[in-house]
Structures are given as C-alpha cells and as structure tokens.
C-alpha cells in the first residue's frame, strides 16, 4: 500500500501510529485483524520493520551492525546474527565487502538497501517504509523500486510504503491512500481507481490532467483482449490477401509463417495476382511484447506509419494492438 500526500499532510505521523510511537487520540489501529491498542509494545514492534525517513543509519556502527540492530536486542547469536546479516546483504543486492564500512563511506543507494535490509532483519511479517528512495537519483530510484517489487515477490510482506511521488506510489502500490494536510484521507483505491475516478478536485489536481496516459502505464497490452488484426496465412492467395483487406479497411497485410509474424505486405502489390508471400515484405516498425505498457505500444504506433503494434510473444504471433483497443481500454469501465 502506498500512502502518498503533500508535505505536513501526516504521513509520517501515519507509520508512527502504526508501530505506536505516537499514540492515537481516537480511531482503531488494527494490524493483521487485531486491534493492537491494547497489545504490548514489545510484541507489536518485533513485527514491524521500519525503514526511516532520510536513512536514519547509526553512523558510527557499521553496515554490518547496522543491519544486526534488531537480531541484537532479540539476543541472538553471534554466528546466526553473522549469517543474517550475510543473507540480507545478498538479498538486497550488497556486496559483502561493504559490511565492514560505515554508512557515510557508501553511495546514496547503498545505504537506500542497508536502511531496507535493516528493516528486514527479524523478518518481520510488517514492513513501514518512509520515503526509502527520497534522496538518490531518478536512475538509481527506479532500480531500487524495482528491487523492491521482486523482493516482494519473494517475501510477500504487508509493507506500507510512503511517497510524495505519484509516479512511485502508482509503480509500487497495489492500493494508494492519498492524504491531504490536516490527515484527511481524501481517497483510498487501486491506482487505475484513482486515476479513472478521481474522488473530488483536490484528487484530480494532484493526479493531474495526463491521468489517462498515467493509466496506460498501469496496464500491458496483455491486458487486452486478443484481437489478431490484419493477417493472413503465408500461403493464402492474393484474392483471399485483398478480401481481408478490404474487410478490414487497411492498405497493408501480415504474413504469419508458422505461427510466426513474417512481415508487412502492400496490398497494392498484389493487385496484378501475385502471391503474397512472393511480395516485397516490410519487418513491423511498431513490434511490442506483452508485458509492455499500453502507452509504450501508443507511442510506437503513433511514431510508425503503421496502424497497428505486432506482438511479439517470445518469438510466436501474439495478436496485434491497435489504437482503438488502447482508447477502448480506457473508456470501458471494468466493473461494468
Ligand atoms: N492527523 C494529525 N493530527 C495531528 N497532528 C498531525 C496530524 N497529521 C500531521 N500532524 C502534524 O503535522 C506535522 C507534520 O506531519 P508529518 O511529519 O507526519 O508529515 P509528512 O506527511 O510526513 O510530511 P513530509 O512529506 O514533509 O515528510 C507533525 O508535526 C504532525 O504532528
Ligand atoms: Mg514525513
């Protein structure tokens, strides 16, 4: 979940309550179905790991004591400690060496993963994160945020991840809270909710008017229902080329050869009664796989004179995308 919203909207003060640093005045704070207001402290704690703003490492211990905090105030020790420490080095991509190191002598990002690894020590089933990749660039920020995705995979923890980046909030969270200052909780909802029905205005200015083109980031021509476009069998004569054709209202046809795209053909080639797979055949310049993004098939079609993106499912003819499937997408309203 992603908790998003402008500066002083209670964020922070947010992932506090949750671990009970601050102490709510009203309202229920439940974590797994339990209310744990009445719960101790100790027992609540050891099950949330907490990633703090701005890093927040001890700077005169090192990594490797910095990652061990938590295992050591649980008493284990030395050598399950050292193995821990090991395996979450490795698990957030940390070269060994760097263990003996203190946090200042490491980039930005490194300390980005020590601060996550950290969290991670007790394998807490809970995992608050507070603007963990607010402070490096955008290159090394996105491959952190993909890092986290296939950790997340693999360890499927309830994390509660905050933001005051949409674009991060929309990439990571399967639902997004958007606060407003005051702790108003103006909408809580899928990403595509948020930006198919913004709540109120204040949700529509802050996802702005491109909301659209953000939703056709969420979605992957997989998504799409299949639609096998302009094609023809390699071995179909001319005719059956120029019947399709005209069905279809298109100037150039497809050639699939076992099961494979062979090429754009021009329908006007084919006018004398040539075959068309003796035709001259163009490779598709819009050509998108299915895990790619709505909008990347948009901006290929649109940059190709093509009308249509071929996909290319590991080699095999996936169908194709074509400009009207994306807006349909978008029209559609899925719980309809
Ligand atoms: N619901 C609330 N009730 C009372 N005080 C609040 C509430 N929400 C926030 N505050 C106060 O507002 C101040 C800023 O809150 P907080 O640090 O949680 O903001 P933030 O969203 O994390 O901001 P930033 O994006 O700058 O980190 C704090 O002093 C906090 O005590
Ligand atoms: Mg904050």
Redesign the pocket.
Known sequence: MALI?P????????LRMINRLIEPTSGRLEVNGRDVINESLTELRRGIGYVI?QGGLFPHRTVAQNIATVPRTLGWDKSRVADRVAELAELVGLELTMLDRYPDELSGGQQQRIGVARALAADPPVLLMD?PFGAVDPIVRSRLQDELLALQQQLHKTIVF?T?DLEEALKLGDRIALLNV??ILEQYSTPDELLRSPANTFVEQFVGEDRGMKRLALKSVAELPFETGPVIPDTASSSEAVATAEAQGVEWIGLICDDRFGGWVRVADLANGSVPADAERFPPAAQVTPDSTLRNAMELIMTSRTSVAVINDGGHFGGVVSLDAIRRSLVSEPDL
Do not use: D, L, R
């Not at 500066?7 to 947010?14: E, I, L, P, Q, V």
């Open positions: 919203g500066s002083g909207c209670g964020k922070t003060t947010t703003q603007e905050v005051h005051g702790g």
